[in-house]
Structures are given as structure tokens and as C-alpha cells.
């Protein structure tokens, strides 16, 4: 049974804002009310019952629908740029060629991914799949297939598992077609396989490399140069289906060829594996994901996600240890969070990612952005959804995003959001949103504002909402 955190020191209503704020992904209005009535059950609730919708009426495509229509669409391309020129018949204009379905599909994934983070009651279980889908980053900005299938990644690899085994994540993670596509995993061959004799093409260790590098040991783990590469031999044939020859149900799936494997046995941390096929990269899959450097590695990045660029080292070894004692069993390592002490300080030592700050903005106003408005604004800070500029992903420490171009890029995003508001009252919107974090600068900034527009800029770009 669940322990609670001991936060009699704290008063409701301090409670129920770090629920909000450092949990959560910020208050809507009345939330602060209501979460203060059982702040822990709140969370727990999440954790219990994650299910959020992701957006009202839409159809996202699966990862291989959302493949084999690019794959269609490109084949089509190419068959149009072999054939001659269209020519006018009759006054007719000739027929345009097929447009790629990436850029309306990347961005209802957005649109569902930002929906399900406002409507989330806490915001909780949303900030650990982001959480997760950034330590296992792809990038849309690679384009064709990646880009398509981004937010199905997300999807089908992530959240299924964001409460569930580490191991049952990283070794969905690492068999999705676009992470295998992302890492060109996909073109590996082993220098002995059948294809690679071949064809001349050799070994890619990009997967291996990012899997022990970021994914679980983390860079201090213990591995070297050798072991990457017998993990990237023993990966070799772990590739998506594709061209003309697969079928249709199979195109754009995970796929193991034997004949790009590489043969043998391979040795990875001091263990050979011996296994046949497939079952050999799931066999250092399973032992990686309970190393005790995963452990130590997850712990740390986890602990300072929530609490501080400097994670307190107690909480850092209580995660540790719960992931170990578990198996990986990341919904205990929530529940550390939840009752670990750390966690219900009133000071604020982490500053939102510009993600969060727009999610948190739009809770606070009741009202989401425009897509484009949502869109352009989280690329001029830097951080567009599923666009990392490296594989480990967005930087997770404030330093990062605190510049003062960064500042001034927020405060034109929140006015040029704030004219499309109406807001009654902003200093009594201010007080329901910030609770007993509303000081009295902020206050007095709100209440002095030449317009309702302003003060909700002046609210948004403040300390106490910028800081959880």
C-alpha cells in the first residue's frame, strides 16, 4: 500500500499549487479549489487512471498508416518526375502532383498532444510521457517518414508504457519503425551477413550507440567503443518494410531480415550472447534495461526533471533504488515522487520549458492558441514539438531556456495571445491560478496594467507562473 508524503507543514492551498505546478502542468481556473480538497488523491488519480482525451473528433493515423501513405506519395512523385511534361489539353490545367501528407499529419498530432495536456486534470501522467518521449527522442526535422510518424511514435511506444516496465518502453522504443528510421538503423548491415557480402553496405551504429549512451547507462555507464559495436552487429537486421515488394499489411512495420544480421555470438559488457536472430538484441535489451547503471542513470534525470538541475541526492537514491527493488516499474517510481519530501518544497528551482510554459498558459486562460500561433511561437523558443536537434533530446536544464532573448521572445508570444482573450478580472485571474505564489509585485504589475491584454502578459512572464 501507497505511503502519503508527510505535508502537514503545508497548508491547503500551498498543497494544492505545487500539485498544480510542479506535478502538474499549471492551473486552470478552479482547479486550485478543487485539487486542494485531497492534493495526493489528485495525483494518485492520474496515476490510477492516466486516460486523457487527445483530441475531440479527430482520426491520428497509425505509425504504419501514416508511413505507407508518405511512401505512396513519394513513389507517386517520383513517377511524375520521369514521365514528360504535362502539357495543357482542351483549356485544362494538367494534374498536380501528389502533396505530402507530413505536414497536416505532424501537425494534428500537435494539436492532439497539446489538447490532452490541457484537458489533463493535474497534468501529471502528461508531464512523464513528455518526459519519456524526450529521453527516447526522435526528430521530426529528418522529414519524410520520421516527420509522419512522430506523434504516432509518441503513441505507440510511449505511452502505452509510461506507467508500465522500462524494459517493455525501451524495447518497444528501440523496434518502432521510427526510431529504427531516425537512428538509420534501418541500413545497417553486418559486414559477414548474407546482404552485406553482397551489397558492400556495412555497419550503422547509430541505434546502439544513442541505446547505451542515453537510453539506459547513460555516458558515465561503463560501456566502450567495443561494446557498441557488438550491440550495433547484434541489431543488424532490425529495419522497417518497405518498397515495392512488401506486402501491403507489412509495409512501414518493424521487421527483423535475417539475412542482414550479422552472425555469430557478440559479446556486450562482458556477456556473450549466443541467442538466433531477433532474440539476441532482445537478450541485451533485457539485461541493459536492469543494469544498475540504468537505474542510477533514470533516477538522476528523472529527479532533476522534477525538482531541481542539482537533484537532491536522497531522491536520486530512492528512485535508484525503487527502480532496482521493482524491475523497472515506472509506475513506482511516480509514487517515489509523490511521497518523496523534495517534491512538496515551496521553492521553485526549475523554469518551464517553453512547452510547458504554452501548455500552462493556455490552461490559465481557458482557451488553446491557434495551431499555427502554438506552432510558430515553440519554434522561436527553440523547442518545436518532436524536433529535437540532437538525439538526447531537449536540454533539461533552466540555464537553457533563461536568456533574455528567450524572455522577450515569451512576452511577444503571450501579447500576440493575450489580444485574442477576455478576462473579467486578471488580478482575481491571477490570485486563482497562483494561489499563495502570487507575490506582491505580481500583483500590483496585474492590477497596474493599461489593459486586460497586458496584465495577462505581465501574469504569464511573471516569477511565480514561470517557475514551478
Not at 96 to 116: H, I, L, M, W
Request: glycine share 8%; net charge neutral.
Amino acid at each position: 500500500m501507497a505511503s502519503s508524503p508527510d505535508t502537514s507543514s503545508l497548508d491547503r492551498d500551498t498543497r494544492s499549487i505545487i500539485v498544480l505546478n510542479r506535478f502538474g502542468l499549471g492551473a486552470r481556473p478552479g482547479d486550485r479549489e478543487a485539487v486542494a480538497r485531497d492534493p495526493v488523491g489528485a495525483l494518485r488519480a492520474e496515476i490510477d487512471d492516466p486516460a486523457t482525451p487527445l483530441m475531440d473528433g479527430a482520426t491520428l493515423l497509425t505509425g504504419r498508416a501514416a508511413y505507407r501513405s508518405e511512401y505512396l506519395t513519394q513513389k507517386a512523385l517520383r513517377a511524375a518526375r520521369e514521365r514528360p511534361a504535362p502539357v495543357m489539353i482542351d483549356g485544362m490545367a494538367p494534374l498536380r502532383p501528389p502533396e505530402s501528407p507530413a505536414g497536416p499529419t505532424y501537425q494534428a498530432e500537435v494539436e492532439a498532444r497539446f489538447a490532452s495536456a490541457c484537458a489533463a486534470p493535474v497534468g501529471f501522467v502528461e508531464r512523464l510521457v513528455a518526459f519519456w518521449s524526450n529521453h527516447f527522442a526522435i526528430s521530426a526535422d529528418k522529414g519524410g517518414q520520421v516527420k509522419v510518424m512522430a506523434g504516432a511514435y509518441e503513441r505507440e511506444a510511449i505511452r502505452p508504457h509510461v506507467l508500465g516496465r522500462f524494459q517493455d518502453m525501451l524495447d518497444a522504443v528501440s523496434k518502432h519503425p521510427a526510431m529504427l528510421l531516425y537512428l538509420d538503423n534501418n541500413v545497417s548491415a553486418g559486414p559477414k551477413s548474407a546482404f552485406g557480402q553482397r551489397s558492400g553496405r556495412g555497419l550503422n551504429e547509430n541505434l546502439a550507440r544513442e541505446i547505451l549512451e542515453l537510453h539506459t547507462l547513460g555516458v558515465d555507464g561503463g560501456y566502450g567503443q567495443a561494446d557498441v559495436t557488438a550491440f550495433a552487429n547484434i541489431l543488424t537486421g532490425w529495419t522497417v518494410r518497405s518498397g515495392d515488394k512488401a506486402p501491403d499489411e507489412a509495409l512501414g512495420r518493424f521487421a527483423f531480415e535475417a539475412g542482414r544480421h550479422e552472425p555469430g555470438d557478440h559479446e556486450v559488457l562482458g556477456r556473450r550472447y549466443g541467442q538466433a536472430g531477433l532474440a539476441q538484441g532482445e537478450g541485451v535489451l533485457a539485461d541493459i534495461a536492469r543494469h544498475p547503471a540504468t537505474a542510477r542513470h533514470i533516477a538522476r534525470k528523472l529527479a532533476a526533471h522534477m525538482v531541481s538541475d542539482t537533484p537532491p541526492p536522497d531522491l536520486v537514491a530512492r528512485l535508484e533504488t525503487r527502480f532496482r527493488e521493482t524491475d523497472g516499474d515506472l509506475r513506482a517510481l511516480a509514487q517515489v515522487l509523490i511521497e518523496a519530501p523534495d517534491c512538496w518544497q515551496m521553492k521553485a528551482q526549475k523554469m518551464r520549458s517553453p512547452w510547458d510554459w504554452m501548455v500552462a498558459m493556455a490552461r490559465g486562460a481557458g482557451t488553446r492558441p491557434p495551431t499555427q500561433l502554438l506552432l510558430r511561437s515553440l519554434r522561436a523558443l527553440g523547442h518545436g514539438p518532436w524536433e529535437v536537434p540532437a538525439p538526447k533530446g531537449y536540454p533539461d536544464d533552466t540555464a537553457n531556456w533563461l536568456s533574455p532573448d528567450g524572455l522577450d521572445t515569451r512576452l511577444d508570444i503571450a501579447n500576440e495571445f493575450g489580444r485574442g482573450l477576455v478576462l473579467d478580472d486578471p488580478p482575481a485571474r491571477a490570485l486563482d491560478l497562483l494561489g499563495p505564489r502570487l507575490d506582491a509585485q505580481t500583483r500590483q504589475a496585474v492590477m497596474r496594467a493599461e489593459s486586460r491584454p497586458q496584465a495577462f502578459a505581465l501574469l504569464v512572464l511573471s516569477p511565480p507562473f514561470l517557475w514551478r
